[in-house]
């Protein structure tokens, strides 16, 4: 079975710009999770999409946006970049099903964004 | 609120030697799960393992062994006999159990660098 996947894999932008990440998750899964890692914040939740609806959301401002497809993948985006938004922008996929006990989030290698 | 703390910031030993990284949770949640995952350098977050609040049981799988008490709200993760491919970022993390919430909260990691 194929891993969770995101592109690019690294990018590089600049301030006031926006950028959109790619994520696809594993066959079958149907959650697909957001983290931010900072050196300075960690690893921070974003948001959660299940069947094309946003379940779960993080302390995040509105530049960060986020929305799943049909066949569960999905897209962040976020807007009007700012030098602290240079992160490691990781996603997590899952089955999702939440009431049959906690269903296993599995990474991607992440996407690494740089913001000049 | 949840809060993971991985008061270890840095450690370093030699190889072969026995390693503990420390993990301590808050939660209000009387049902919650706790992981453990393993970054390399390149990026990725590596599933090492699962306990669920009512299994207090201690777990070893080769070489590594988790030990979990509920009564001290600590989760810690011990290498034994550590090795060069050990060396890492490792997160201690801890998420509730509402459904459609698949939030992980996680502990601002440790990286063990193992000396050959």
């Known amino acids: 079975k194929a891993g969770v996947t995101q592109t690019p894999r690294y990018l590089i932008k600049t301030r006031g710009q926006q950028v959109t990440l790619s994520c696809s998750p594993i066959s079958g899964h149907r959650s697909v999770s957001w983290y931010q890692q900072t050196p300075g914040q960690g690893l921070q939740f974003l948001f959660e999409?299940?069947?094309?609806?946003?379940?779960n959301k993080g302390n995040f401002p509105g530049r960060f946006s986020g929305r799943q497809f049909s066949n569960s993948r999905s897209e962040m985006n976020v807007s009007t970049l700012e030098l602290g938004d240079s992160a490691l922008y990781l996603c997590a996929s899952s089955l999702g099903r939440g009431r049959e006990g906690y269903n296993e989030q599995f990474f991607g290698p992440g996407t690494r964004l740089t913001v000049l | 609120a949840q809060k993971v703390t991985q008061a270890q910031t840095e450690i370093s030993v030699v190889e072969k030697e026995d390693v503990t990284l420390d993990c301590v949770y808050e939660?209000?949640?009387?049902?919650?799960?706790l992981f453990w995952y393993k970054q390399p350098p390149s990026g990725e977050l590596v599933f090492l393992i699962r306990?669920?609040?009512?299994?207090?049981q201690n777990e070893i799988s080769g070489r590594y062994s988790w030990n979990f008490q509920k009564s001290t709200s600590s989760f810690n993760f011990t290498i034994t006999a550590s090795q060069v491919v050990d060396s890492a970022v490792y997160f201690c993390a801890l998420s509730e159990t509402n459904f459609g919430n698949e939030k992980l909260t996680f502990g601002t990691g440790t990286r063990l660098t193992i000396i050959p």
């Open positions: 939660t209000r949640d009387t049902t919650y799960y």
């Open positions: 999409y299940f069947s094309e609806t946003q379940r």
């Open positions: 306990r669920n609040s009512f299994d207090e």
